[in-house]
Structure formats: structure tokens, C-alpha cells
């Protein structure tokens, strides 16, 4: 499936790129966003997005959920885990909803 993606983002661009720079070029993108969120917490796609880590809310007791014919029990959240927001730019929100 990712090749099949990296192949339509290189079609897209005219057939001046190929499926393996597309590849590369968002295997470094990653790279920098993991780079920045865990140093600054906050990664900047200027003119696309912000990445921003935000801590988990705790939730010290362990909770029983049950359904119909199941049942488990629901770990308490470790201390100090995050999670990463994504916020779009209002332009491309716009856009996608054209």
C-alpha cells in the first residue's frame, strides 16, 4: 500500500519524480517531525499543519467495561505518555471542503 501511495504522489507531480525520492524526501520529513516534537514538542508543516504534543489526561483506576459477551478491564494511563495533535491550516480545510 505505501509503495502504491508513493507512486500516485510521484504521478501527481508530472513524472518529473520518482516513486523512490517521494520515499525518501517524506522518510526525512518524518524524521524532522519526530526530531522537533521530542525536543520542543511542537513541529511547524508551514502552510499545512501543526504537529503538537499534548499529555494524556491521567486516569489513575483501572476501569471494568463490559458488553454483551465480553468483558476487559481498562489499564490505567502510564505517567508521562503524550499524544501528538494535528491542527490543518484554515486554507486547506477550505479547500478539501470545496
Same mark, same amino acid.
Given at each position: 500500500?505505501?509503495?502504491?501511495?508513493?507512486?500516485?504522489?510521484?504521478? $501527481? %507531480?508530472?513524472? +518529473?519524480? %520518482?516513486?523512490?525520492?517521494? !520515499?525518501?524526501?517524506?522518510?526525512?520529513?518524518?524524521?524532522?517531525? &519526530?526530531?522537533?516534537?521530542? $525536543?520542543?514538542? &511542537?513541529?511547524?508543516?508551514?502552510? &499545512?499543519?501543526?504537529?503538537? $504534543?499534548?499529555?494524556?489526561?491521567?486516569? %489513575?483506576?483501572?476501569? *471494568?467495561?463490559? +458488553?454483551?459477551?465480553?468483558?476487559?478491564?481498562?489499564?490505567?494511563?502510564? *505517567?508521562?505518555?503524550? !499524544?501528538?495533535?494535528?491542527?490543518?491550516?484554515?486554507?486547506? *480545510?477550505?479547500? &478539501? $471542503?470545496?
Amino acid at each position: 500500500a505505501a509503495k502504491a501511495y508513493y507512486t500516485h504522489i510521484a504521478g $501527481l %507531480s508530472g513524472g +518529473g519524480v %520518482s516513486a523512490g525520492q517521494v !520515499h525518501t524526501v517524506l522518510d526525512g520529513l518524518r524524521k524532522v517531525c &519526530i526530531k522537533d516534537l521530542r $525536543l520542543n514538542a &511542537i513541529f511547524k508543516l508551514h502552510g &499545512i499543519a501543526n504537529f503538537m $504534543l499534548k499529555p494524556c489526561r491521567p486516569n %489513575s483506576t483501572a476501569k *471494568e467495561v463490559r +458488553g454483551d459477551c465480553w468483558k476487559f478491564t481498562a489499564r490505567p494511563t502510564p *505517567e508521562g505518555r503524550r !499524544h501528538v495533535r494535528c491542527n490543518t491550516l484554515k486554507e486547506i *480545510e477550505n479547500e &478539501i $471542503l470545496r
